[in-house]
Every structure is written in structure tokens, then in C-alpha cells.
């Protein structure tokens, strides 16, 4: 390393110095929480993998704190300006930085052992109490050790930094005059490679899709490691930021204990609540419970307006429309938001979108019952599969840390296969996904299976090696029927499997799109979704419901088809055993509510509109039917304002206690 720049010497040397008191930091947190070592199955191979994780955070972090001295030492190396109190002054930046993030790490430490979480920005809602909390550690003498170990290692990282400074900044001299256009050239060359470097270093990932995120530390099945990996830096920042994003504001659309009383009024719940939720409530099968796998299919973009069943002249889904006729269709049901993610929750976990809120991108990820939670305690395993990066939307850690056992994601498939950032074609995730479904059939167990497809999303692109032939010139067209092809050859290869006489599957959307009948500036067509639950097996007849549901209600009615006894802990009905007045739903700045006639659509910047839908009529009903609008927006705003409360008070994941409005 002697021919490098000076300032690159002592940055990368102030690196590995951070690498190291991170991971000795890293290593008390482990040595605190040893017991969590005793349920791990291979303690040391799962603890080498939250290390190297641990790595990965630590060098982001790093490269933040470190970014700025290594633009400034690089321009002032570059004019050939030094002076040993500009160099003094670096220094002190860089251990004001990393002391900060000794103390963060000093406090996580105890915050975790009390959470079995990492340090959010959920330490500042203490600071009304100070008084208390400071008399709370002055009691405790187990926080003055950790007091004690961040003045430590500030003090001893402060002196190494200062040895570091002399010896290699202020020792050495820039090079000599006569070799000064040489020298600068060189220079300027290392210091760009170094800043690549570094920033390659902060997005933490080399996917082009998404940069390092909380959910990407959850590698495993078991959540101490997991967590260990975290660098609780990354978690604070990130919370903080979280915090101050419009998306993330918490809902005040109502008064939270209004709310609550109107959705126990509308699931009918009229005895005082057992559980810590003020809706959860006991479901008790009407028959005997099936052991049936259950395959859940979310569709990109696929809006109800794409299909033949729902009017479409254009023929794009013949074999969708072919299960829509042969299956259990709901004719009337509404995605709950306008995003991937907002699907994905909806469906897997039956909880709606809040607005702009993206639930699954957060440095703290809940504990919610739906799917993968309840079938897991009867006995279920579970399996996710994605055609791309599943660090996107942080849905792999959200999952993760939701007991799915398995994530199949871009990392996961022959490269060759891969066509786009959206990863390999639908077709071909549903032909890789056939031996892991048969490996978990061979276990003896149920199973349960997600999948979230991606074609029918931009780049549209149709790989080339497949026997599919498209009836349409229009490549917006054709992508939709390629999407339907892929879906019938899955349910081809399904059919000779052994399993599948014995699983129910449903499909979905994840939401909509905007197709050209739309006449509302809440596009309809961006909610209304093809729900069709094939069994053919298990299910003796096909049915229509025109009923109002949506995909939060996805959960709760399969759990009635599977006739098992669990708690509903969710925001979602079975519907084949209960029926809705109205289904709610958002397009960020915007809510929506429906019932058989009309549609009530509430904008954030207070206008408000009530239409005759089912009419396509564009006319404003709203000071004319004042009654119903009132009726439908107390509707959603209380369920959503309901959602809202059990997920800010953690009370969306299994139940034991009464509960308790603050």
C-alpha cells in the first residue's frame, strides 16, 4: 500500500479500525444473549453467516460515516493543500462520528436484551420521562457496564485514530513538485476508484433493483442470528428516517377507541374480548378439518378489466376465464392498494393499505398472524417465490421474519434465465417451483405456497425458448396472454403432481392497472381483481359470488375452506360464511369505499365524491346522498383507523391478554 495516496492509506486503515470495534461490539451483544444459541441447530455455521452479514451492515455504515473525509482529503490531495490542523480537524470529525456510533451500539445492547430488537427512534417517545428513565439506570447497575464499554472504546479508539493521524497523514510528505503532475494524475485516479468504492461500499448490495435493506439480514429461520447481523447504526438511521417520510405517518382519521367500537360493530363481535386485540375472535370449523395444501398466486397486474368473465372482448385470458368458470369466483372483490407490496400484505397477511404507508419496509417488522404464522402452528410449511430480488419492497425480511421457511428469489435461479431486473419469466419460476413443492410434499406436511409474478409489469419482455404464440399484435396485450399461458402451464405440471388433488389454489392480483373505460380519478380497474379459489378435488362445484370482499379477506375465507379452529386476527371475513356492507381500499392520497351502488372516494386534500358506479356515472351524489357517504367513509376510516392502532400498539400477532386502549 505504500504507493497509494497518503489520505487512502489512512481512510481505509480508519476502516478496518471501525470493522473491528464493530465487531467487538458485535461480539458482547453475542456473549449477552448466549442463550439464544441453545435452539439453533448449527449455532457456529448460522453464527459465521450473521458475522459476514454483520460485515456488510458495518461496511455501509462505515461508508457513511467515512465519505466525507474521503471527498475532502481527496480534492485537497488532489491541489496538493495540507496543514497538520486541517488534519487534526478530520480527525476530530471522524471520532465525534464513530462515538456516536459506539454510543448507539453501547445502548442497543441492553435495549436489545429488553426487545429482542434493536435501537429505533422509539427511545425518543422516553424522553417525556426523563426523569424516570435516568433514575431507572442509575438503579441499574447493568447500564453503567455498558456506559462503561462505550467510554472505553471511544477513549481507545480515539488514541489508535490520533496514532493513525501522526503517523500516516502528518508524517508523510505530499510528493515532491517535480513530481507534481505525475502525482496528480495518480491522485485523482485512485481517489475516483476509492470514492466508487465507497459507494458501493454505503448501497451495501450490487443488485441494480434495491440496496441493502433491515430484511436482507434475515438469512435464516431463526431470529437471533438474524438480528445479530444488524448493525444497530443502520437500524436507528433508517427508523429515523422511516419516521419522517409522508408515507409513514401514522392514520388520524378518527378518534382510535371510535374506531375500534365500530369494527368490533361491523365483525360482530358483541362479547367483551379474551385476547390483547380488541378484534380478534375464535373461529370454530362447522366440519372436519382438511390437511389440504394451499397455493396462493398473486398476479401482476392483473385487473378484473383484463378478462373475458369480467367483459374484456379482446380474449387475453382464456385459461384464467376457464378457471373463473369452474372454480369458486368472487366477482366483487377490490385490491386493497395500488402497490406490489400493499398486495402482498393484503393477501398474505389481510391487513390493508394505509395510505401512503409502505408496512413492510421498516426498521422494526411486527409479528402478523395471516398465512404463514397460523398454518405454521398446524403443522404447515411454507415456501415464497419470486422471479426477482425479494430484498425489493423488503419483502424477503418481512417474510422471513413472519415464518416463511423458504424464500426462492433472483439469487436462486440459473443466471442465464435471468431477462431483466424483474428476474426470469413467470413461466419459468413456476417450472423451477414444481421439485421444491414435491421436496416439501415428500416431508409428510402440508404445505403453503405464495407466489408473486412480475412479466406483466415494465420491461415487458417474452422469452423467446418458450412455446407460447401470442394472438395479439399489441405487446401490452401480448405480455397478458403470455401471463395467462404461464399460469396454465403451472397448473399443467401441477396436475401430475401427487399433491395435487389435495391442494387448493387461489389466485389474485396484486392490484390492477389502468385500462382505457376508466372514468374516476380512483380508477376502479386499479382495484377490482380477478379472486379465484380452484380446487377441483376439493371443491365439487364452480360458484359465483357477487358479494363484496377483497384480498384481505383472502386469509380468513381459505382458513373456512381448510375448516380449521383459529384465531382471525385480521381485518379480513371469510367470505363464503359472512358478508360485507361495503370494501374499502387506497391509491395513496386516497380512499375508497364501495358498497353494491355506490363509490365514495376521499381525497387528502379534503374534496370528497360519491358516484353511482355500477351506472358509470361521473356525476357527484355527495351533498345530494349526504347519508351514504357518511356512511361508507365511517366505514373505512374505522377499519383502516382500527388497523392502524392494533399495528402501532403490536397487536397484530397472536393473542393471549385482554387489551388495553392507551
Known amino acids: 500500500m505504500k504507493h497509494l495516496p497518503k489520505h487512502i492509506v489512512f481512510l481505509f486503515a480508519v476502516y478496518l479500525l471501525g470493522i473491528i470495534f464493530f465487531t467487538a461490539f458485535r461480539v458482547v451483544l453475542l456473549l449477552s444473549e448466549i442463550r439464544q444459541l441453545e435452539p439453533l441447530p448449527d449455532s457456529f455455521g448460522l453464527l459465521t453467516q450473521a458475522f459476514i452479514m454483520g460485515f456488510r451492515f458495518d461496511t455501509v455504515i462505515s461508508g457513511y460515516f467515512l465519505i466525507v473525509p474521503l471527498l475532502i482529503l481527496s480534492i485537497t490531495s488532489s491541489l496538493r493543500w495540507e496543514a497538520k490542523w486541517y488534519y487534526k480537524l478530520i480527525g476530530l470529525y471522524i471520532i465525534v462520528i464513530y462515538s456516536f456510533g459506539f454510543l448507539i451500539y453501547s445502548i442497543d445492547i441492553p435495549f436489545f436484551k429488553y426487545y429482542f430488537s434493536h435501537v429505533t427512534v422509539i427511545i425518543f417517545n422516553w424522553t417525556g420521562d426523563a426523569g424516570f428513565i435516568f433514575k431507572m439506570i442509575y438503579e441499574e447497575i447493568a447500564y453503567f457496564i455498558f456506559l462503561f464499554v462505550f467510554l472505553i472504546a471511544g477513549f481507545v479508539f480515539f488514541i489508535i485514530l ?85 408515507e409513514n405517518k401514522t392514520l388520524h382519521l378518527m378518534n382510535d377507541q371510535t374506531a375500534i367500537e365500530n369494527a368490533r360493530r361491523y365483525f360482530q363481535i358483541d362479547s367483551i374480548s379474551q385476547y390483547s386485540s380488541p378484534v380478534a375472535r375464535k373461529v370454530v370449523p362447522l366440519s372436519q378439518s382438511r390437511n389440504a395444501n394451499v397455493i396462493v398466486v398473486v398476479m401482476e397486474s392483473m385487473s378484473a378489466n383484463k378478462m373475458l368473465h369480467f367483459g374484456n372482448k379482446d380474449n387475453l385470458t382464456p385459461f384464467l376465464d376457464s378457471l373463473a368458470n369452474s372454480s369458486y369466483c368472487f366477482d366483487n372483490a377490490y385490491t386493497a392498494g ?41 403443522g404447515y410449511q411454507s415456501i415464497y417465490f419470486t422471479t426477482h430480488d425479494d430484498q425489493f419492497d423488503n419483502i424477503g425480511g418481512f417474510l422471513s421474519a413472519n415464518n416463511f421457511q423458504f424464500i426462492v428469489s ?28 414435491n421436496d416439501l410434499f415428500k416431508d409428510g406436511k402440508p404445505f403453503f405456497a405464495a407466489y408473486m409474478t412480475a412479466s406483466d409489469h415494465g420491461p415487458l419482455i417474452i422469452p423467446e425458448d418458450v412455446p407460447f404464440h ?39 392480483a396484486d392490484h390492477g392497472s389502468v385500462t382505457e373505460n376508466n372514468i374516476y380519478d380512483m380508477p376502479l380497474s386499479y382495484h377490482h381483481t380477478p379472486l379465484i379459489i380452484y380446487a377441483p378435488y376439493l371443491l365439487t362445484s364452480a360458484e359465483h359470488f357477487s358479494s363484496l370482499g377483497g384480498q384481505i379477506d383472502i386469509f380468513p375465507t381459505v382458513m373456512g375452506l381448510l375448516n380449521i379452529e383459529y384465531i382471525n386476527n385480521t381485518m379480513g371475513v371469510d367470505l363464503l360464511r359472512e358478508q360485507r356492507p361495503c370494501i374499502y381500499f387506497c391509491a395513496d392520497s386516497k380512499i375508497g369505499c364501495l358498497d353494491q351502488e355506490y363509490f365514495y372516494v376521499f381525497r387528502d386534500n379534503g374534496i370528497e365524491s360519491l358516484y353511482k358506479y355500477r351506472d358509470s356515472d361521473v356525476a357527484n351524489y355527495f351533498d345530494k346522498n349526504k347519508s351514504k357517504a357518511d356512511s361508507l367513509k365511517t366505514y373505512a376510516f374505522s377499519m383502516m383507523q382500527t388497523a392502524q392502532w392494533l399495528i402501532s400498539n403490536n397487536k397484530t400477532g397472536k393473542q393471549n391478554n385482554h387489551y388495553n386502549i392507551k
Open 162 to 246: 490520533r496514532k493513525l493521524r501522526i503517523r500516516i497523514l502528518e508524517a508523510t510528505p505530499l510528493r515532491t513538485e517535480t513530481q507534481s503532475t505525475k502525482a496528480t494524475i495518480y491522485n485523482i485516479a485512485v481517489s475516483l476508484a476509492a470514492v466508487a468504492l465507497m459507494f458501493i461500499g454505503i448501497r451495501g448490495r450490487l443488485n441494480e433493483k434495491s440496496p441493502i435493506r433491515v430484511g436482507t439480514a434475515f438469512f435464516s429461520n431463526y431470529a437471533f442470528p438474524n438480528q445479530l447481523g444488524l448493525n444497530p447504526v443502520f437500524t436507528f438511521i433508517r427508523s429515523a428516517l422511516d419516521a419522517n417520510r409522508p
Open 338 to 378: 395500488i402497490h406490489t407490496f400493499n398486495g402482498e400484505y393484503g393477501t398474505l397477511f389481510a391487513y390493508p393499505a394505509l395510505l401512503k404507508q409502505h408496512p413492510m419496509n421498516t426498521a422494526v417488522i411486527g409479528e402478523y398472524t395471516g398465512f404463514p404464522n397460523t398454518l405454521k402452528d398446524h
Open 410 to 437: 433472483l439469487k436462486d435461479y440459473p443466471s442465464e434465465k435471468v431477462l431483466s431486473t424483474l428476474g426470469v419469466p413467470d413461466d419459468y419460476m413456476f417450472e423451477f417451483s414444481i421439485p421444491k413443492l
Open 470 to 508: 401470442p394472438r395479439s399484435n399489441d405487446m401490452q396485450h401480448q405480455i397478458v396472454e403470455y401471463a395467462d399461458w404461464s399460469i396454465e402451464k403451472f397448473i399443467k405440471l401441477a396436475s401430475l403432481q401427487e399433491w395435487f388433488r389435495n391442494t387448493i389454489f387461489v389466485f389474485v
